[in-house]
């Protein structure tokens, strides 16, 4: 068992050793898709994500990250705070010389903290679609739209990614 557990260890990070590394960062507004509980809701926020990402083979990557959707505000003074780490493929398609497009698909684990109702914590489909501009060899512009809890909540987003 040892043996078998070594040469899976030793097959991925020969993997590994080839792939390039990166990190980027993105700020932008998120919105919420579920039922009000109450006559008004805030459904709108600031939202941030960071990820981490290793590029495996030409196009395709694993990336992990962690998305903060914000708040939810429901009535007077309630709110859902709602969170996300994933793990995704990143699967890169060329659209010219310097954009890149983007494709994402994995598990996201969605958090929602609340002081209206019993907080949630569940595993779903996390996915988004994207946009690099490669402004220098490891410096990229990138904007996404990742949604995550089966769709009822999404970011769209500016930031940077560096390589490394």
């Not at 709602?82 to 958090?111: E, H, I, K, N």
């Amino acid at each position: 068992m040892k043996k078998i557990l070594l040469a899976a260890a030793l097959v991925a990070s020969c993997g590994l050793a080839s792939a390039q590394g990166y990190a980027g960062a993105l700020i932008g507004m998120s919105q919420f898709s579920i039922d009000c509980p109450v006559a008004s809701c805030d459904k709108s926020d600031t939202a941030f994500k960071i990820y981490g990402g290793y590029e495996v083979s030409d196009g395709i990557a694993v990336e992990v990250g962690y998305t903060d959707f914000g708040t939810l505000g429901v009535g007077t003074g309630g709110k859902i705070d709602v969170s996300a780490l994933s793990v995704v493929g990143a699967f890169r398609f060329p659209l010219s010389a310097d954009l890149t497009g983007v494709g994402r698909l994995g598990l996201g684990y969605v958090s929602a903290d609340s002081n209206v109702r019993a907080s949630e914590d569940s595993a779903n489909l996390y996915a988004g679609l994207g946009l690099e501009y490669t402004a220098s060899k490891d410096f990229k512009i990138v904007g996404a739209f990742d949604l995550a809890d089966n769709g009822d909540v999404y970011i769209v987003g500016i930031g940077a990614q560096i390589g490394f």
